[in-house]
């Protein structure tokens, strides 16, 4: 699957295997993980991992195997990714929080050969999931339970020496489903490079070392906490886990582990000022963005570079971040600078570089690339052709060497022999002041191959019209862009979920002609 | 020769190469090196090793191929690195400071396709050595001049189209001659992912961005000046040369250029106090490490990880540092702990790791590990032997992981079945204050194999027994590895320059019986 995993110059190698091998030598005596009443030193870590690749491998696990961890956060899921890693296996995160159908997919489209799950919180999703779907009779491991059968059961059961195998960096270890806008998820697999390369940048730009403590009160299933969590994986800190995100809960670890890193959304954080607004708890050693006065009061304001200057683009199949601001964010640029360790470029759907200035897929190379999606070798081949990684996004070089997101990439219009995204003609219409929301297509047309429809919904009470918004347009992109025609429409665009549905736009408005998907 | 250089997965590729390719997208206005009246933006130091590299190719240089830089620090040293790493082609940055022997040496040994000179201050050693060299017909090229036959000639002569060749990252890409304790040096083939791993650590402690400048005033041949070099260039900051380190010139080209850092010893700093002592330099954008008061006063005191916690161990086959005091001091340990992307052990002569608190060799596995050496395959066996890179240099886990080092390893005595190391039992003799300097040999005996006998230099007018020094060497290290007998000598130890004779010991003292070199 993944065509990597033949024997390879170990002189060089390190794997994610080894960062748990070496901090059990570094740091005989620190903590690595804790969670709840658990807490794990390297050394425990290490050799608890051991012993799961052992009865992992006694199950019948093998190289690219996949383990399927559907479980809420735990520090076993750190566990079950070092034991894939020491056998070459693939540990996948999936996301606890989705229906049924949607676990039930993910088992049948992995294949995995264990699945571990837990009842808490999640059995009856897990049960009906288990009942849709097809296991290929994988074995399932309960892992918030005791006894035979159980996860803890299995490690009691598996030797401790060490496998020891000769794994390849360049192998995936770690697969996260991604969310398509459309259609079926697909599951990314990334290698140990891509692991620890983006756990690198992470550590430099978070300033993480052995002594940072990060509370995993995001969901590990998702790269922009897992990232983190990776980022102190490498560096020896240590993890925390807790599987419910409630302030109190949230609180009394960060007061009691004297955390410095945790995963805090706006509703948390809103939710801890409450909790805590009596100073019961002493939160002083979360080193971490400033907010309202009072939080800031609380806290420790982050001066790292990831805080100074947070975010950037990025996306799973590149194992979190592409761009950074904090690798120097540009006068108009909105994604900042490349991670030093990719290659990035701005490409026509030709495969050609475009100057700077003009919009195209944002494509890249390097260590940090998923291997592949499994099971998907048309679309991996579509998404790897001419050796580049292509994101599927839309960004632009602006002059001053920055990166700017557009959007999504979507369809591609065809007028002339000119390539015209949507996105970027949607973003035009849609910074207008008078405009809610727009849609653009293609219309088939004689001359021109295609011309350019938006439809448009307007604010309340607003008036625009055609040729003032295709001035705007025009003022904004390229002119060969700007729409020939425009519907405005009483009704919000039609959607599928989040994604505007223009299948339906175009039986609606005369679409059509598109060029083949380069 | 390097073995690496097979077609590989351009998808997750990142090569030096790389690097100035990015940079001229990302930072098409920045200075990337600077050089007396010499500036160059990240596009003109792409476009001009690109130059290179094609003129490179037009005189017959292919891959695993090796480009001598004979010269001074120099913006070219930069361009020439970057054009072999566009063509897979490795740098080697000779040490302009040997003698026209050891160049010739040099020359000889490394067998270059093209050998840069220059006739400024080390003009005469560089004719002498081609006397006295073979130089298998090498290209040599003058860059301290312009016209036919200069290096400047030679980049205006190559196409301005990038080679685009497919590298492999593993593949070597700079040769640095490594001091060796006695008999030859040997040429450490350091790959891409060697310098970019280090690169990154180094960016990562001495919080090295886009912005830092640094300025050149170490040797490039070292590796301790180099790894800053290649930090800077990684993360896409400028760097800045100047040919001599002398105080008024370093003090001018930090104040007009507004330099972050330096490579400055305790000497050029005294003269610097000194030349700008009426301030007539303003080095406040140094940030650099504390000193005397009026040098506090003068610059910004670092606070940069590498600042607070500097040091470690390391050596040229590694590409610089394998520890960091940055990565954890211990509280006996000396070295601080691994580098993240390197696995450590210690070893002993049999290839098994030892347990804390014992002496073994420093061995390591990683990205950072050399290549081997050029044309010594023998030696490379040796030095990389059961998949792991040996040091050459002995250390010790403490008890909290942390790593000791103890010295060289030299010699070993085998008494009984255990191994002795004379660096170890002399650092435990040299610690006793009676004791000047000392040496171990190992006498034949007919019980154990060898015994261990001590030939002892004392400090004028201090006193001390046989018997004082056998327990405090006990006291120190394990019984076993005690002398049995300790000669007081008169006279200074012999010495071949600076590392002990033991040959002439053992010829004195009746040693011999060594074990074979493991």
């Not at 299933?221 to 800190?237: C, E, N």
């Amino acid at each position: 699957m993944t065509g990597h995993n033949a024997p390879m110059d170990q002189l060089h190698r390190f794997t994610l295997a080894d960062v748990a091998r070496e901090h059990a030598r570094s740091h005989p005596l620190a903590d690595a993980a804790v969670d709840g009443d658990v807490r794990l030193t390297w050394p425990e870590l290490d050799e608890r991992s051991s012993r799961l690749a052992n009865a992992f491998g006694d199950l019948g696990v093998r190289r690219d195997d996949v383990i399927l961890w559907t479980g809420q956060n735990s520090h076993r899921v750190l566990e079950t990714l070092l034991a894939a890693a020491k056998l070459g296996a693939v540990c996948c995160i999936a996301n606890w929080r989705q229906s049924a159908d949607e676990l039930a997919f993910v088992i049948s489209d992995s294949v995995p050969k264990v699945i571990i799950w837990q009842e808490a919180e999640v059995g009856e999703v897990v049960a009906s999931a288990r009942e849709l779907a097809h296991d290929g009779g994988a074995v399932w491991v309960r892992h918030d339970t005791e006894g035979a059968g159980s996860y803890e059961a299995l490690v009691a059961s598996g030797s401790p020496i060490d496998p020891a195998q000769d794994i390849d960096s360049g192998a995936a270890v770690l697969m996260l489903y991604t969310a398509a806008f459309t259609g079926r998820p697909s599951g990314a697999l990334l290698s140990h490079d891509a692991v620890l390369t983006q756990a690198l940048m992470m550590a430099m730009l978070q300033e993480i070392d052995a002594d940072y403590r990060y509370l995993n009160s995001g969901p590990l299933f998702h790269v922009a906490t897992a990232m983190t969590t990776f980022a102190t994986l490498l560096m020896g800190g240590c993890n925390l886990f807790t599987p419910r995100v409630e302030a109190d809960e949230v609180c009394r670890v960060i007061a009691t582990e004297r955390c410095t890193g945790a995963f805090l959304m706006g509703p948390t954080i809103d939710q801890i000022l409450e909790a805590n607004a009596g100073g019961a708890y002493d939160l002083s050693s979360l080193r971490t963005f400033p907010g309202k006065p009072e939080w800031n009061a609380m806290i420790t304001i982050d001066t790292s570079p990831w805080a100074r200057r947070p975010a950037g683009f990025g996306q799973t199949e590149v194992m979190g971040m592409l761009t950074f601001n904090a690798m120097g964010e540009g006068a108009t640029g909105t994604a900042g600078r490349p991670s030093p360790m990719v290659a990035v470029r701005i490409m026509d759907p030709d495969g050609n570089e475009v100057p700077p200035g003009e919009t195209g897929e944002i494509v890249a190379r390097g260590p940090q690339v998923m291997v592949g999606y499994r099971n998907r070798p048309e679309e991996t081949a579509r998404r790897q052709r001419g050796e580049w990684h292509h994101t599927n996004d839309l960004g632009r070089r602006e002059p001053d060497g920055s990166i700017t997101f557009v959007g999504p990439k979507g369809r591609i219009i065809k007028s002339a022999a000119e390539n015209i995204y949507p996105a970027e003609v949607e973003a035009a219409l849609n910074s207008h002041d008078a405009v809610r929301e727009s849609a653009v297509i293609g219309v088939p047309d004689e001359a021109w191959g295609q011309s350019v429809t938006a439809i448009v919904v307007t604010h309340d009470g607003i008036e625009v019209t055609t040729e003032e918004l295709i001035d705007h347009v025009r003022d904004k992109i390229a002119s060969y862009k700007k729409p020939k025609v425009v519907i405005f429409s009483d009704e919000p665009l039609p959607r599928l979920g989040w994604p505007i549905d223009y299948d339906t736009l175009d039986e609606l408005h005369g679409g059509g002609g598109y060029p083949g998907v380069g």
